[in-house]
């Protein structure tokens, strides 16, 4: 058997264990196995495909700079990576959201162009505003049942994967996820009731 053969069926916190020793062939393994699923959270998160890609190499990063602090009892690797990329993720986000938007033409061509293709300033505006709500609601839940919620409709865990990499029982993790998703529609009727109350 080959070292790359036994590399890749060590577990994430073994190949995490060799990367706190510094061996960065563990790490890039853990970065080959969890970079998609970063991304699409990432993704989902910034809505562009740019800066979501620097949210997980940002995430990844401070990864590696904290893999000390890492300890497996607190939880699998996959939700502690999914949970720095998420964190740089809406970073990026708000940070998108509080630079000022200029529409005017730029002469020297520096700027890029608007795509024809994209939706109206109005269209993304309200689209922007909506996944700044669903954040905040996010980050207002119990960290445990926000981290299910993320895992499957940022990262597409099904249930079972997710109590894999949680290491919990499935019907926790449907459990929370019933719980969370049960805050956040009431979150979303309080806010509806008072967005028509205004009109």
């Not at 991304?39 to 890609?53: P, W």
């Not at 700079?65 to 996959?78: E, T």
């Not at 990026?92 to 162009?113: K, W």
Request: proline share 4%; with cysteine.
């Amino acid at each position: 058997m080959t070292p790359a053969l036994r590399v890749n069926e060590q577990t994430d916190e073994a190949l995490m264990i060799r990367a706190q020793a510094d061996d960065t062939d563990a790490f890039a393994e853990l970065y080959d196995r969890h970079g998609e699923r970063a991304f699409r959270v990432a993704r989902a998160i910034c809505c562009d495909h740019g800066r979501a890609e620097e949210a997980v190499q940002e995430g990844f990063l401070a990864i590696w700079r904290s893999r000390a602090a890492y300890r497996p009892v607190a939880g699998s690797f996959c939700a502690w990576a999914m949970k720095a990329v998420k964190n740089r993720a809406i970073d990026s986000s708000r940070h998108v959201a509080a630079r000022p938007q200029t529409h005017t033409g730029d002469l020297d061509g520096d700027r890029p162009q608007a795509d024809p293709t994209s939706t109206t300033p109005q269209g993304e505006a309200i689209a922007q505003s909506e996944r700044e709500e669903l954040l905040a609601s996010l980050r207002r839940l119990p960290e445990a049942q926000a981290e299910v919620i993320v895992l499957a409709f940022y990262g597409e865990l099904s249930h079972s994967e997710i109590a894999a990499h949680l290491d919990l029982p499935a019907g926790t993790v449907k459990g929370r996820m019933r719980l969370g998703l049960e805050k956040l529609r009431r979150e979303m009727d309080v806010s509806e009731r008072s967005d028509s109350q205004k009109l």
